[in-house]
């Protein structure tokens, strides 16, 4: 099982930016799809965004799509989750997943397999 550690969580204000990091313990990074998720207070937790290592094909949930990028760089086994233009709305605690593909559902929604690996969260809040 691939152990994820996540970094970059914080305070921010409206407007500005962050930049998360998931680093992946793992001789086979290449084999992997590594994701967001995030959970905000009273809610479920919902897919982010989500890479294919392999072949850096992506997806992005609506909500973030133009203001959050994803990114890998295989040779630090790690994937990066820019956020700008952040909104209070993207205050959640964030985490990362690993997967061997980015699933989605028939409505569209990126989730996580039944075998797939959690981070511990990093909380991201966003004030007005």
């Known amino acids: 099982e691939v152990q994820l550690v996540e970094s970059g969580g914080g305070l921010v204000q409206a407007g500005g930016s962050l930049r998360l990091s998931c680093a992946a313990s793992?001789?086979?990074?290449?084999?992997?799809?590594i994701g967001w998720f995030r959970q905000a207070p009273g809610k479920g937790r919902e897919g982010v965004s989500c890479?294919?290592?392999?072949?850096?094909?992506?997806y992005a949930t609506d909500s973030v799509k133009g203001r959050f990028t994803i990114s890998s760089d295989n040779a630090k086994n790690t994937v990066y989750l820019q956020m700008n233009s952040l909104k209070p709305e993207d205050t959640a605690v964030y985490y990362c997943?690993?997967?061997?593909?980015?699933?989605?559902?028939?409505?569209?929604?990126?989730?996580?397999?039944?075998?797939?690996?959690w981070g511990q969260g990093t909380q991201v809040t966003v004030s007005s």
């Open positions: 793992t001789f086979t990074f290449d084999d992997y799809a």
């Open positions: 890479i294919r290592i392999r072949d850096a094909s992506t």
């Open positions: 997943a690993a997967d061997r593909v980015c699933r989605t559902n028939s409505s569209g929604s990126y989730y996580l397999g039944i075998f797939g690996s």
